[in-house]
């Protein structure tokens, strides 16, 4: 009995899956032609319709246009829709998100400022590897910004973790540092020449 009970259910269950996929298919080729549509209004400096067409990919749940939107909302002076979008999209985890409204809880943009509700999303924002983010954390415990105290070892390891990403900002900063003993380090000019050629190479790679 409970055997037969499963089998129905599971076969009610991936005859209704079925059904929606073609719904699924419909809706994702919707928030593709809103996002085309809202990038050709954007490259025609239409900002109006570009934020119109952004705005029904973002309502769709779509991520990248969420925090698009929520850009051009801040650039148009209406900080207080920017901030919902951006706070929609930050609580998915997305690092790009958080690093946006971080920035504007820094700035006090639209915002009461908040510096530690700003460190916090920065950190999670470099923690899911955002370079952005982890060049603001760098320079924060360097010149003791956002509250935080200059702390060269956590520089250091912000920049590593850059450099484990190929970032050029982070490669160049290190490079710099051992050239010229900052941030702690002895100089050691052949570590600086190994990071000034992983850069070269990035920079030839990118040509």
Not at 23 to 36: F, G, I, K, M, R
Not at 55 to 72: D, F, I, K, S, T
Not at 118 to 134: C, H, M, Q, R, V
Request: overall charge negative.
């Amino acid at each position: 009995m409970m055997r037969h009970l499963y089998l129905n259910s599971s076969r009610s269950l991936i005859a209704g899956l079925l059904a929606l996929l073609p719904l699924t298919c419909l809706a994702a080729e919707s928030v593709q032609y809103y996002v085309t549509q809202a990038e050709k209004a954007f490259d025609q400096s239409d900002i109006v319709t570009a934020i119109s067409y952004y705005r029904n990919a973002a309502e769709a749940g779509y991520v990248p246009a969420q925090n698009r939107l929520a850009y051009l909302l801040n650039i148009s002076e209406q900080n207080e829709e920017a901030i919902e979008w951006y706070r929609k999209a930050a609580a998915t985890g997305d690092a790009e998100a958080e690093f946006n409204l971080a920035g504007m809880f820094a700035e006090g943009d639209g915002i009461p400022q908040d510096l530690g509700q700003a460190l916090e999303l920065f950190t999670s924002s470099a923690n899911k590897g955002y370079t952005p983010a982890i060049h603001v954390m760098a320079a924060a415990y360097e010149e003791g910004e956002m509250g935080v105290r200059i702390d060269y070892e956590t520089v250091r390891d912000w920049l590593n973790r850059g450099v484990q990403l190929d970032d050029p900002w982070s490669i160049q900063r290190l490079a710099k540092a051992y050239a010229k003993g900052e941030l702690g380090l002895r100089i050691d000019r052949q570590q600086a020449a190994k990071l000034e050629q992983r850069l070269a190479g990035l920079k030839q790679g990118g040509e």
